[in-house]
């Protein structure tokens, strides 16, 4: 069993991280800003809500979780329910977890080794670079809050997304959602919440999964 | 020459296995109604936490979503990871698959209509006739179905109130073992399906959701 190349979990990680930029990106608003801030960030956590709409489901699936980053290149991305996994990337290792039989597990069936393929579209988004990217056609908008919407450009992102709209408060630069349409019937909302930015966190939380 | 016609015979004989014999209860009823039914009895769209079991023993996990009419035999589902991205999503209608969406490790030619026969075989009542009812040797309450293509369906109930369906191949050999488990609110909470293959599987499913369609 083998995942596809490009994970979710990825795409989602890289526009939040690469997203959250402090105050002055509001002003700035371009993208040589949003690389020049993103490089700021040292760690993020918050807990996320993550909403998922189906035309066959006719109520969203709603799901949580936590979601913890240290720079370089060190993350956690945990849901707490209603299905426990959790994938972890330290020092170039990439494992994910599932709940099985009363304890996490680790999910040996080729899926975070995928992963690590698309390690590198991570890196550049992480550094704010929205705009050099090849896979993703950039565009910023300024309205009531600041959205940036990324549209599959190559081959790669085929079939998997129509386009990922990430909003920003231009009170605070938050993150405050991402929204990523994968087709007319599918699409996904994740809210950010109690967001905290260069606050220290332990080592462990990449390493442990307890 | 001797030993050659023995290993012909033993292969022969271990390959035609034979179905458990079922005692007729009396006088048969051979209706639908009077037997097991752990099947959905209308339109439902269910959320699944799904664990699946690989050969090797290795483990995986994704979120199935079907929707499922027992009346029209009409399906919908969806897999997603963890994650919750949608790597496959399907529709039957009269007998048509649609494959709306299929990505790597659900795009195998067989996968979508291994699926749906799956899905089909856990949540709706076998089509064909009813062949034999009445009770297993072990106790257990029995229906067989003979279904068009050789196949045989039991639906059983335990004594202590359980469900299980076993599909058994022409030559007798158990293809799926379904157990049906904790009953509540007209939805069974956890599901468990063993598939026997070349690539044998086993599934757990556990409810996460169950919304009745609204008439």
Known sequence: MRWPKVSFLFIICGMFLSAFVPGAYAADADFEALRKNAAQIKTIQADFIQTKSMKILAKPLISEGRFYYAAPDSFRWEYLKPLKSIVINHKGLTKRYIYSGGKMVEDESGGAQAMKIILSEINSWMSGNFDQNPSFQATLKEATYTQITLTPAGQNMNGMLQKVIITVSKKDAAVKSVNIIESETSATIIDFKNTQTNKSIPESMFQDIE | ?215
């Open chain 2, 1 to 215: 020459m001797k030993l050659a016609s023995l290993i012909i015979c033993v292969f022969f004989l271990s390959a035609c296995q034979t179905l458990p014999v079922i005692t007729q209860a009396t006088p048969p009823e051979k209706t639908a109604s009077a037997c097991p039914n752990p099947f959905l009895k209308q339109k439902t769209t269910l959320i699944h936490a799904i664990e699946v079991h690989m050969a090797g023993g290795i483990k995986s996990a994704v979120i199935g979503v079907t929707e499922a009419d027992p009346t029209t035999r009409e399906i919908s589902c969806a897999i997603m990871p963890a994650e919750r991205m949608v790597l496959f999503e399907a529709i039957e209608t009269n007998r048509t698959l649609d494959v709306r969406r299929a990505m790597s490790p659900f795009d195998s030619a067989h996968f979508a209509r291994n699926m749906l026969e799956d899905i089909k075989l856990i949540f709706f009542e076998p089509l064909g006739n009813i062949e034999k009812m009445g009770f297993l040797p072990s106790g257990e309450e029995a229906c067989r179905w003979r279904t068009g293509n050789s196949d045989t369906i039991d639906v059983l109930k335990t004594g202590s109130g359980l469900s299980e369906v076993k599909l058994y191949s022409g030559s007798g050999k158990v293809k799926r073992y379904i157990k049906f488990n904790d009953l509540a609110g007209g939805f069974y909470q956890n599901i468990e399906l063993r598939a026997q293959e070349i690539a044998s599987y086993t599934l757990f499913m556990n409810l996460v959701e169950a919304r009745p369609a609204e008439n």
